[in-house]
């Protein structure tokens, strides 16, 4: 669009100049060759009139200054002879008015009294007299005036023209581009069942194709992997649960058991109730993978939902400004709620607030909590999946699998919805679920 806008300035405003240029040459051309025939025809009266004995000169100039509305100076044997009163002819530049006075005849544009003239000077020889005739170029100046306006405003015209040609110009080229940029962007968003509509353009039409291609064979890897994910969870169910049996058995018992074994019990507990958890976790997340029920979905009171979900909060830390109703699939959102409520509890060092908002025509969730804060640059990697932070800032006591964040994503997605982690006001971490309000 600048390009285009350049262009078309550059090139309206050399037109603009050569016409200004040629138009204005010719027009003073055709003044100044007007003015000095003018000049000769009444410098002949004059001189015909002096060779009578100058009877009726004064006349004579009168008539010619109102003719031509000029104004005139003859000097004859030393003597000024002035007509006219629109400009003074005395104060003709000095050296214009020496050259007409050594015999040379001359013509000259200037400036008297703010009006610009046409000066033309001949010698009388016959009579040793000086002819000079003055003529105003008013209108001639307004011509000029206005032309320059007139150009001027073209050549301003033809770069917004020029500004919106490149526009549409780079719209209209940059769009197919554009619809691969939007779908890219919603590849990676996650919805692999984005593509390219079919175009007639040559150039595209190998881009659209592979495009298509690629994200066809990638939609068909993750679902592979899982189904993959799903049966393998499903197999571990059993005899993860004839473990959990085996070992509540084994716990019962502990006290029996000796100091060392005991200990061992103790671990494999804990390592087997992580399992579980990422066992049913991954179970969830391939369902939603593979899920496009929507059946299930409901008006849903969020704040009642919220409410329900953590009974036990105290009411200092439940923090509800509006009650918005979304559509929801109750069970997705109460998983939300509770992930993000366990997130606060085991990495952000406790729940701080829960709150329940609306902002623009959107309904919100807030969790704040006491801990760290999340380094920006790792806001977008801990709601990946086994995302379970540096191990650093990992507790002894952590039993999660690095889940519960990416199945947030996952069901405020198929909710049409967007979560997002940032600081919260006076130290710690906020994180955010968005879903369209109903409002009908």
Known sequence: MA?????????????????WHLSTGYMLDQRERSAIRQAKGNARLVTQVLERGSAGLDELLTGLVAEVESAVLL?????????????????????????????????QRTVLN???VQAVGLPLPAKAATYVEVSPMREMDRTFRFLSWLLIG??????????????????????????????????????????LPA????????????????????????????RFAGDVSHELRSPLTTMLNAMSVLHRRSAELPAGTR???????????????MVDDLLEISRGDQDQDYSTFELVDLAGLVQATGPTLPESVLDIEARPWVLADRRRLERVVANLLDNAGRHGGGLVRLGVLTREDRARIEVDDAGPGVPEEAREHIFERFARGSPARREATDSGAGLGLALVTQHVRRHHGHAWVEARPGGGARFVVELPEVTD
């Open 263 to 277: 200990q061992a019990v103790e671990l494999l507990n804990t390592d087997l109730r992580r399992f579980r958890r």
């Open 3 to 19: 390009w285009f806008s350049l262009v078309s300035l550059v090139v309206a405003g050399v037109l603009a100049l050569a016409t």
């Open 75 to 107: 000097v004859d044997q030393g003597d000024l002879i002035v007509g006219g009163n629109s400009v003074d002819p005395t104060r003709l530049p000095t050296a214009f008015l020496d050259m007409v006075r050594n015999g040379r005849p001359a013509h």
């Open 199 to 226: 175009t007639g353009d040559p150039d595209l039409i190998p881009l659209a194709a592979a495009f298509n291609d690629t994200a066809e064979r990638l939609q068909q890897r993750v679902a592979r992997d899982t």
């Open 114 to 116: 703010g009006i610009p």
């Open 154 to 195: 073209g050549t301003l015209v033809s770069g917004l023209a020029g500004a919106v040609l490149g526009r549409w110009a780079a719209t209209h080229s940059l769009r197919p581009l554009r619809q691969v940029t939007d779908a890219a962007a919603e590849a990676a968003r996650g919805d692999l069942s984005v593509r």
